[in-house]
């Protein structure tokens, strides 16, 4: 059975404290690792896709890494705008599914 | 941008009634699922439809809970009767391919009282 894993719970980072968020995973057959931002109240967000070990991606302050074993997301410089639930799920080659971690809530005080 | 839209945003109901979800994908987009947000969890899948075929319903609680897209377009996720453990966000989300992330509505936020 896929295994998602995050840490830390949560994050409070001052403004400017860059970070990394942690995604351990097990899966047979890994098609893809995305990772998605969720508001409170709301549906989440897509932000990356990472087919391989050693991809690579970044979107603003945000940069994506992936092992065979593992993600982070890199949170450089945050702004109060960055808090948010960053989810980081897992899909199979042979499955349309995605499988969730239980996210990372990140605070980001001014 | 292209939405998935989904009503309603909020729905309270009493122990035992019938509640009813609806979502409308982004158009052109063939593969449409259902997942439940406890909260403070990771979304999980509830059911997943190609056009108006259901692939995989294996996690829905088939003994309460149906749900159809009859013309492959929209669909309806249904509770009968609601139990207070659904209480949860009931969200939608559409994908072009399998390739590519899905794009997930708002959600409907469902208290079961």
């Known amino acids: 059975e896929d295994q998602v894993t995050q840490s830390p719970e949560a994050l409070r980072l001052q403004e400017g404290e860059s970070s990394s968020l942690n995604c351990s995973y097990t899966?047979?057959?890994?098609?893809?690792l995305f990772w998605y931002r969720q508001d409170p109240g709301k549906g989440p967000e897509f932000l990356f896709t990472?087919?391989?070990a050693g991809e690579e991606k970044e979107k603003e302050r945000l940069k994506a890494t992936l092992t065979k074993k593992e993600s982070f997301l890199h949170i450089t410089a945050p702004k109060p705008e960055d808090s948010a639930t960053y989810l980081c799920a897992v899909r199979r080659r042979d499955d349309y599914k995605l499988s969730f971690g239980a996210g990372t809530t990140v605070t980001v005080r001014a | 941008e292209a939405e998935v839209a989904q009503s309603p945003r909020y729905k309270i109901t009493e122990k035992s009634q019938a509640v009813a979800f609806w979502c409308d994908p982004i158009s052109g987009h063939a593969t449409l699922y259902w997942y439940r947000q406890i909260l403070g969890q990771g979304p999980e899948l509830l059911v997943q439809f190609q056009d108006e075929s259901v692939v995989d319903d294996s996690q829905l609680p088939k003994d309460r809970f149906s749900a159809e897209r009859l013309k492959g377009v929209d669909s309806t996720l249904k509770i009968q009767p609601a139990e207070l453990g659904d209480s949860a966000m009931y969200l939608c989300?559409?994908?072009?391919?399998?390739?590519?992330?899905?794009?997930f509505g708002s959600g409907t936020r469902l208290t079961v009282v």
């Open positions: 899966v047979s057959g890994l098609r893809g």
């Open positions: 990472l087919y391989s």
């Open positions: 989300a559409s994908s072009k391919d399998t390739g590519s992330g899905y794009t």
